[in-house]
């Protein structure tokens, strides 16, 4: 039933069998072929989830269609999405289409609120879920023999094994440094003479920081690639990730929901939109109002159904990830569609007077601005029906305490000359901004709780 041989025989030439990691036969094949590949694995997982999960059952015969009514891809946009509150209602074992003796590994999202969501493994998924790292990490310009150094967390949090497993696997050797503990990490990097740093973007901005102030040059070190993920972060953040740590800063997308990091990629050689590997997901766009299907290129809330994972299949995700995509061929030969960064999560998106903004959009604009740092937070506030935002920022050190009345107000002029939003800016001392070691806290939501 839920075999991942059956799945390997679909495939041309499969990596799961032969261990290689950029498997041309797949990376590179035209959309035809991608297209009947998906629609046998479609039918396939959508089988699984009907006759295992009870869950999908009742909310199939609900919206009235059944796996068979499967004839194209576009057929499944007649099946019912699943959200968290699903994975949450499910709690924990309820989403599982194996038996309990199947599984190998339990993760669990890194949310702090509410229950948690926990998500299930066989052997057969960590396999693959390592096979696609390790693709990953190929595509981002890691070899085997390579020392990768992993500051993301290790625990429930997928980040750190899901890093470890691909890396081992493509033959590197990895650092289990996890987040915290950062002089030691700075050590650690510059002894072992790590060529790839794992990391959150904002952690690998703090780590930068951390050594400048002990006087470590990393880019006198042998760390070329960083690999970053976890959050949103802007283009500004990635330039100056480049510039601070010597680095080429690759972008990967992922989410415990769907396996967890290793969903999607840039490549080394176009760093410019984020690889999905077609073969094991299935990617849409959809409007998150109307939840209609957008037409590749728009705009919208990405959701994604799980091609390959029997422990648990995800049948049309609503990540709340908000993306486009573009299916044209990478200058790399890749032609798995790409996901054109993720701006923000459709939670995240603050509305400011009537303007729409992501705290992504912001972090671009206030990245290389003079007098500033590249930390910040911000701060939502209600003043009658009004929503208001007040941005903190840092000053740069030795910055006069006088000039930052004036520094602010130039932000604000910046900020609403750019997006149109009119905010407060505050200009802080230095380091009076928190800092992270996971994701960033970059919005604190201080309106009253309905
Ligand atoms: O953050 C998995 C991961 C670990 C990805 C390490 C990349 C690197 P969760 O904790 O379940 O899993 O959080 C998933 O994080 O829905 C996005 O909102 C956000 N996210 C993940 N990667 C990116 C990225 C891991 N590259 C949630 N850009 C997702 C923007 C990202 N947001």
Same mark, same amino acid.
């Given at each position: 039933m839920h075999n991942v041989l059956q799945c390997e025989a679909d495939q041309p030439e499969s990596e799961f069998r032969n261990g290689r990691y950029f498997v041309p036969e797949i990376e590179t094949m035209g959309r035809e072929a991608i297209s009947a590949l998906q629609l046998k694995k479609l039918r396939r997982i959508l089988h699984h989830a009907y006759d295992n999960v009870a869950h999908y059952q009742r909310g199939f015969n609900a919206a009235g269609v059944s796996p068979h009514d499967l004839r194209t891809l576009d057929d499944l946009?007649? =099946? @019912?999405? %699943?959200?968290?509150d699903d994975l949450r209602d499910n709690y924990p074992f309820g989403l =599982?289409? $194996?038996?309990? #003796? +199947?599984?190998?590994?339990?993760q669990a999202s890194s949310g702090t609120t509410g229950k948690p969501i926990v998500v299930g493994y066989t052997k057969e998924d960590l396999d693959i879920w390592a096979s696609l790292m390790a693709r990953c990490l190929v595509a981002a310009? $890691? +070899?085997p023999g390579d020392m990768v150094h992993n500051a993301l967390g290790y625990g429930l949090f997928t980040g750190g094994l899901g890093f470890h497993q691909g890396a081992e696997l493509l033959g590197c050797a990895i650092t289990p440094a996890s987040c915290g503990a950062t002089e030691r990490q700075m050590i650690l990097i510059e002894d072992l003479e790590a060529r790839v740093l794992c990391a959150t973007p904002s952690y690998a901005l703090y780590l930068a920081e951390a050594a400048e102030r002990q006087g470590v040059d990393f880019r006198r070190l042998p760390l070329s690639i960083g690999i970053f993920g976890a959050e949103p972060w802007s283009l500004s953040l990635r330039d100056l990730l480049q510039n601070r740590l010597g680095i080429m800063a690759i972008d990967l997308y992922g989410l415990s929901e769907i396996t967890g990091p290793g969903v999607a990629v840039e490549c080394k050689e176009a760093q410019n939109g984020l690889h999905g590997w077609e073969d094991c997901f299935l990617f849409e766009v959809i409007d998150p109002e109307t939840e209609a299907r957008l037409p590749f290129g728009e705009t919208g809330e990405l959701v994604i159904t799980t091609l390959a994972k029997w422990a648990q299949p995800m049948i049309r995700y609503r990540t709340r990830d908000i993306t486009r995509l573009d299916p044209t @061929?990478? /200058?790399?030969?890749? /032609?798995?569609? #790409?996901?054109m960064r993720i701006t923000g999560r459709s939670d995240d998106m603050l509305i400011i007077r009537g303007v729409n903004v992501y705290p992504s959009q912001i972090e671009a604009l206030l990245i290389g601005q003079p007098g500033i740092e590249p930390y910040y937070?911000?701060? $939502? +506030?209600?003043?009658?029906?009004? &929503? /208001?935002? %007040?941005? &903190? $920022?840092?000053? %740069?050190?030795g910055t006069p305490e006088d000039r930052f009345d004036e520094i602010a107000r130039g932000l604000e002029r910046h900020i609403r000359s750019s997006i149109g939003l009119s905010c407060h800016t505050r200009v802080l001392e230095h380091r009076r901004v928190p800092r992270s070691h996971g994701k960033a806290v970059r919005v604190r939501d201080l309106r009253p709780k309905p």
């Open positions: 946009a007649r =099946f @019912p999405f %699943t959200t968290k =599982f289409a $194996v038996p309990r #003796r +199947e599984l190998r590994r339990i310009g $890691v +070899e @061929p990478c /200058t790399c030969g890749r /032609t798995h569609v #790409r996901l937070q911000l701060i $939502v +506030e209600r003043e009658g029906a009004m &929503d /208001t935002l %007040t941005i &903190d $920022v840092e000053a %740069t050190p």
